[in-house]
T-cell receptor, first 114, second 111 residues
Framework: NAGVTQTPKFRILKIGQSMTLQCTQD?????MYWYRQDPGMGLKLIYY???????DKGEVPNGYNVSRSTTEDFPLRLELAAPSQTSVYFC?????????????FGEGSRLTVL | EDQVTQSPEALRLQEGESSSLNCSYT??????LFWYRQDPGKGPEFLFT???AGEEKEKERLKATLTKKESFLHITAPKPEDSATYLC????????????FGQGTTLQVKP
């Protein structure tokens, strides 16, 4: 009953370092998303994917990259980390059709850039 | 531009004191309005989807309603365990499945 799994849960980076946030889902969902959540700002879409090999930018893509080589995995890459990327990152997935159309979220990855 | 605004930002209630949260939206071709609950340190959990004006959904002490411009989440006789941040989101037209979120309302229910 794993659902959407994110790693790591917590990470501290120095300015200029790079890292990858991992996201895996076991529900065979085609759609996957990366959001960031800042205090009082709600969730902002960074990147999304409608299937393996297909990705597109969301509202706030600058400073990030993604790839989608399999249905299950959707890693988020941060290049040259900046303090503005300090945030909580959520990965989510949803089925292509059927159900109520909701997104299933992971537990989040809290990133601090110092 | 697709936009979602929630009010109030924060709400404190006494146990049993009913109230409503508001979600106003502008979207190109609404394909669904969603309510989520988020507990501290956790990811959002799905509550309801509403598709058309006049639609209502209920779950325990929560009832969500939808008009052409806004949605309300009514909380009847809340309990302390209802304390959480409630997020509203809309799905615009297109086949990406993505949601546009409001900033949330943080509800605190005191015993």
């Amino acid at each position: 009953n794993a659902g959407v799994t994110q790693t790591p849960k917590f990470r501290i980076l120095k300015i200029g370092q790079s890292m990858t946030l991992q996201c895996t889902q076991d529900m065979n969902h085609n759609y996957m998303y990366w959001y960031r959540q800042d205090p009082g700002m709600g969730l902002k879409l960074i990147y999304y994917s409608v299937g393996a090999g297909i990705t597109d930018k969301g509202e706030v893509p600058n400073g990030y990259n993604v790839s989608r080589s399999t249905t299950e995995d959707f890693p988020l890459r941060l290049e040259l980390a900046a303090p503005s990327q300090t945030s909580v990152y959520f990965c989510a997935s949803s089925p292509t059709s059927g159900g109520t159309g909701e997104l299933f979220f992971g537990e989040g990855s809290r990133l601090t850039v110092l | 531009e697709d936009q979602v605004t929630q009010s109030p930002e924060a709400l404190r209630l006494q146990e049993g004191e009913s109230s409503s949260l508001n979600c106003s939206y502008t979207v190109s071709g609404l394909r669904g309005l969603f309510w989520y609950r988020q507990d501290p340190g956790k990811g959002p959990e799905f509550l309801f989807t509403l598709y058309s004006a006049g639609e209502e959904k209920e779950k325990e002490r929560l009832k969500a309603t939808l008009t052409k411009k806004e949605s309300f989440l009514h909380i009847t006789a809340p309990k302390p365990e209802d304390s959480a941040t409630y997020l509203c989101a809309v799905r615009p037209s297109g086949n990406t499945g993505k949601l546009i979120f409001g900033q949330g309302t943080t509800l605190q229910v005191k015993p």
